[in-house]
């Protein structure tokens, strides 16, 4: 079946980069955008931007821009994302998501980023 | 504060129908297809609807939504208590090029 499985929580100090993978099994990689979202404990969903898997070409919100990359290894199948310069309010829930018209079918489990010093 | 504004709450009891609103402007909903997403506590969330109506494979008919000019709405009937959960809607804004999140309902089923 169609499945996203993320890396595990970790944990970063202030000013630190993480990376965050998501392995994509059950479908063409390269077919599908994957998107990006986060959710802060007990807040809504944020979306951080998007992929192409096939081509590489990425799109950011102007908040995350210079801040954020999103990559992928088609080999493996599988998309990262990294976020620079983490602060506290860094720390939240991040699911990648396959994109198809739009919506987002299936997503990962998520994983939890925490930033504290 | 989101730019696709939903009710905080919602609430029904079980066999009730509810309904939950999501308003928004010409550059979003006005002009692009709405999503649903349901996610229950501790969990990802999961498409409910898509592109305004239609329903995944496995979704209940019992889920239904609407959109009409800059506002969408997703109707809940036959109330369950696996119902409750927190429901956001989502769409494309062509002025942000970017894709919006509701700031989400969470339905009570008392």
């Known amino acids: 079946q169609v499945q996203l499985v993320q890396s595990g929580a970790e944990v970063k100090k202030p000013g630190a980069s993480v990376k965050v993978s998501c392995k994509a099994s059950?479908?063409?990689?390269?077919?599908?955008?994957i998107n990006w979202v986060r959710q802060a404990t007990g807040q809504g969903l944020e979306w951080m931007g998007w992929m192409n898997p096939n081509s590489g070409k990425t799109g950011y919100p102007q908040r995350f821009q210079g801040r954020v990359t999103m990559t992928r290894n088609t080999s493996i199948s599988t998309a990262y994302l990294e976020l620079n310069s983490l602060r506290s309010d860094d720390t939240a829930v991040y699911y990648c998501?396959?994109?198809?018209?739009?919506?987002?079918?299936?997503w990962g489990q998520g994983t939890l980023v925490t930033v504290s010093s | 504060q989101s730019v696709l504004t939903q009710p905080p709450s919602a609430s029904g009891t079980p066999g009730q129908r509810v309904t939950i609103s999501c308003s928004g402007s010409s550059s979003n909903i006005g002009s692009n297809a709405v999503h649903w997403y349901q996610q229950l506590p501790g969990t990802a969330p999961k498409l409910l609807v898509y592109?305004?109506?239609p329903r995944p494979s496995g979704v209940p008919d019992r889920f239904s939504g609407s959109k009409s000019g800059t506002s969408a709405s997703l109707a809940i009937s036959g109330l369950q208590s696996e119902d409750e959960a927190d429901y956001y809607c989502?769409?494309?804004?062509?002025?942000?090029?970017?894709?919006?999140f509701g700031g989400g309902t969470k339905l009570t089923v008392l």
């Open positions: 059950g479908y063409t990689f390269t077919n599908y955008d």
């Open positions: 592109s305004n109506n």
């Open positions: 989502s769409a494309w804004d062509d002025n942000l090029s970017g894709r919006l």
């Open positions: 998501a396959r994109s198809n018209n739009g919506d987002y079918v299936p």
